[in-house]
């Protein structure tokens, strides 16, 4: 579909139909690119004629490749699930433990490259201080705004389980506050990169703010991905099913049942706290059980 | 049942100007007054119900006159049907949008 003669289009307006491009699913991009470029080709051409004086010419021409996001944003919704979708694996606990510090890693080189850039202005005595000074206070504030926004409790275990071991627990807890520290140490490198004036101010004031909002909900989704996960062998749980009715809630379980993929147990999450299934519960299985996995 | 399918207006409008003969995506956003960001996805809407069907007009047309090609979309079967009786449900839509071919791919 290659696009004939000369375009009377700016490259402005190329680029906001590359950009919109961007959110249209793969397999569609390029016939959506080449629909909408056709498409502006006789805009503008109409444009330039006879609808110039009319509608504004130019502006008219940016409101319609605008218009192109809505459409993108149509077929990003409404389309099929592709199997070629890229997905995060974060699945096993060590995958989930490499990405996160590749993620902590990557934002450590940012702020010490940065840092290099500007050593001038801030010592290497005084980076120290400020950490010292700050990271006890970043590790206080957000616990009224975590606990206002998620349940601290990561379930219930059956009172005779093996979970109740030390051996499971340090792992659970070691998996956990890893996952934690990695997630700090991110959002702490972002905190310096604003507080030292690196970046223009507007976007300084930006990520300062994004990142303090946006630090209670990372620790949210750390503690919801611990409470998706097998306490056995950390794996995030597969196969949601959806358990009960909402109108018979005073009667059984309604809510959601989740499978460890290898077969360890059920989690049954209640859809709304009642006062006899007010947070998750695991039910473990023995390894008779392991085929229905 | 095709027929019992209930448009809004503005899908309606768009369903009628395709009718019409304004067949290309630019076309019925000038017929209509409505903005690009409403024709567009509202005709991938009757196109995912099957109302309507797009199609590429061939390269040596569009090379021949020194344009790119364009798509072009037609009414299905169901679309008519689903048009009657959006016509009954919106009786000025006729008299907004006069049916008359006006372009062809």
Redesign the interface.
Known sequence: MSSAGIVPSSSVHFAILWAAALLVPRERRAEWLAEWRAELWYASKKCGQELAPRLGGRWYITAFCLGSFKDALWLRRNAPPSEERATLHLESPRQCIAFLAALAALSMAITFLLWLGNRDLISLADLYHQVLIAFPCFLVYPSPILLAITSLSLGEFPAHSRLRAWRGRLRRGTFFLGKVALVMLMVFCGLLIGAYNVLPSILMILLFFGMFGGYPFALRWALNDQRGRCPVCLHLLTQPVSLGARSRCFLGLNGTGLMCPKGHGLLHLPESPTSWFGTQRWLGLDSSCRDLS | MAGEVKLSHTAAMILQALSAGHI???SV??VTGL???????AM??LE?DRLILSQ?EK?SI??AE??????YYKLTSSGRTTLEASRRRYPLLAKLLPAEEVETA
């Open positions: 290309y995506g630019f956003m000038e903005p690009s960001g409403t024709v567009y996805p991938r809407r995912r590429w390269q569009a090379d020194g344009r790119p090609p364009r798509k």
